[in-house]
């Protein structure tokens, strides 16, 4: 696939005064894969939660089987993807994500379908939990790489913030669109609705009609193991890579921590009523669209450096206040602003540092970093969930609260403050496709795979934070 520019969309167009020239418009192939992943994640978020739901509403699972689905769901979704990281690489990425899709579309199918004719199990839940995450995982890692040719250098964080609007968008329509389909139809009509939003991502990537450059050429490596690792040696051998892959598992451990424990805090410590916390959810994710609305121009305006390490700084500031709220509608309030500025600086966060990994991977690892980057958190995150629930339970929610607070602030150490020897800003591939250089970067231009690559998978709001 070459860059799909008309010479209009060539030409830069001046910014503000003083600030880098503006990207120039974004391709209508880009619009198509930023349709598809609208519609994926928008179902995606209906679906939030369904599995569980299904577990508890029609096999009635116990509590052990719940968070067995989801520790079964990473282990084994990772184990799986590891060694596909090198198979995706050196693919054509077109079908590797329409092969995703229409496999979770499958998969996700069968839920319905055997609850309909009396045959549904707890193993099948199992079972489509590892190949949802997995599927996850590859779609990702494909559509990162994707979207490194779809667009320009100084296009990628505008790109990126078009779909991290349509997260935080999904995010805040999702859950009561998901909560009024399994009230009126049944706990697995949001499944469904899920299931068929992949088959329509899959349909919109085929409608892209640039042709796709060939996959990157195969070198010879030592072993297969070295090979599948690559991901993470190129992460721990570039100096800025490897301070946000520290603050990546720290910042979106702590969120992800943080996240069940609210809610018990809110829902029985500040005796809140369930409206309240729904409301202390969704409302925020106003704060999130904003942020993602706000990247382009700010990176425009001041480089693509000095908003990421900005922003960085300031998506850790306030999760602090949350364990000083009190009682009642004050704490309602202090709890609602603060997720608000939280998803608000994460919202710009997000899309620029998805642009400065993609800027410093080269094309014939970013698959692999990728990959290396998600299956990291989807060990991680289960650890520092469990232990912060360990701690909530030895103490109280109020002073687990404080400590991944404390964490979130810790993160912050961990930005790429540094322009070391061995960390360049990759401004072109080794070999690019067609045999056309990528335009080189301007100092201060704006310059990811999708929101934290293009995923179709839903959390709650706040762990899109991460």
Same mark, same amino acid.
């Given at each position: 696939m070459g860059l799909n520019r008309t010479p209009a969309s060539t030409r830069a167009h001046r910014g503000p005064a003083g600030g880098s020239p503006a990207p120039?418009?974004?391709s209508r192939d880009f619009h198509r894969l930023w349709g598809a992943y609208s519609v994926s994640h928008l179902g995606s978020a209906v679906g939030a939660g369904a599995l569980p739901l299904v577990a508890i509403l029609l096999l009635d699972s116990t509590a052990l089987q719940i968070s067995l689905l989801a520790v079964i769901s990473g282990l084994a979704s990772a184990a799986i993807v590891l060694p596909l990281g090198p198979w995706v690489e050196f693919r054509r990425k077109r079908p590797v994500m329409i092969g995703a899709d229409l496999l979770r579309c499958a998969a996700l199918t069968s839920v319905p379908v055997a609850a309909a004719i009396g045959a549904l199990t707890y193993e099948q839940l199992c079972v489509v939990a590892v190949v949802q995450t997995a599927g996850t995982i590859v779609f990702s890692a494909a559509s990162g790489a994707h979207l490194k040719h779809l667009v320009t250098v100084d296009q990628r964080v505008t790109a990126n913030s078009r779909f991290e609007t349509s997260q935080w968008?999904?995010?805040?329509?999702?859950?009561?669109?998901g909560g009024v389909l399994v009230s009126w139809l049944g706990a697995t009509a949001s499944i469904t609705v899920d299931a068929a939003?992949?088959?329509?991502?899959? @349909?919109?990537? #085929?409608r892209l009609r640039s042709p796709e450059p060939p996959p990157p050429t195969r070198q010879p490596a030592p072993s297969r193991g070295r090979e599948a690792i690559e991901g993470w040696r190129h992460?721990?051998?570039?100096?800025?890579?490897?301070a946000l892959f520290v603050n990546a598992i720290i910042f979106g451990g702590a969120i992800t921590a943080s996240t069940p424990i609210i809610a018990v805090f809110m829902l029985r410590d500040l005796?809140?009523?369930?409206?309240?916390y729904g409301l202390a959810l969704g409302l925020p994710c106003l704060g999130g669209i904003l942020g993602s609305l706000t990247a382009g121009? @700010?990176?425009? #305006?001041?480089?693509?450096?000095?908003v990421l390490l900005t922003t960085g700084v300031a998506r850790t500031l306030w999760m602090g206040f949350i364990p000083l709220a009190p009682p009642g509608t004050p704490g309602l309030i202090i709890i609602t602003l603060a997720d608000t500025l939280l998803l608000f600086t994460a919202g710009t966060f997000n899309p620029t540092f998805a642009a400065y990994r993609m800027n410093h991977t080269s094309e014939h690892c970013l698959s692999r970093v990728l990959t290396a980057w998600s299956i990291t958190s989807k060990l991680t995150q289960p650890i520092v969930i469990a232990a912060a629930g360990i701690l909530a339970a030895a103490t109280s929610p109020r002073t687990a609260l404080t400590t991944t607070a404390a964490l979130t602030l810790t993160s912050a150490a961990f930005l790429p403050w540094k322009t070391t020897p061995n960390?360049?800003?990759m401004t072109a591939d080794a070999n690019p496709p067609s045999g056309r250089r990528l335009p080189a970067r301007r100092s201060g231009s704006a310059s990811t795979d999708l929101p934290t690559a293009v995923t179709a998978t839903a959390t709650t709001p706040r762990e899109n934070a991460e």
């Open positions: 120039p418009p974004l968008t999904a995010n805040s329509l999702g859950s009561p669109i939003s992949f088959l329509m991502s899959a @349909l919109g990537i #085929r992460i721990l051998h570039h100096a800025g890579l490897r005796h809140l009523a369930p409206w309240q121009p @700010l990176t425009t #305006r001041y480089g693509l450096r000095t960390s360049p800003p």
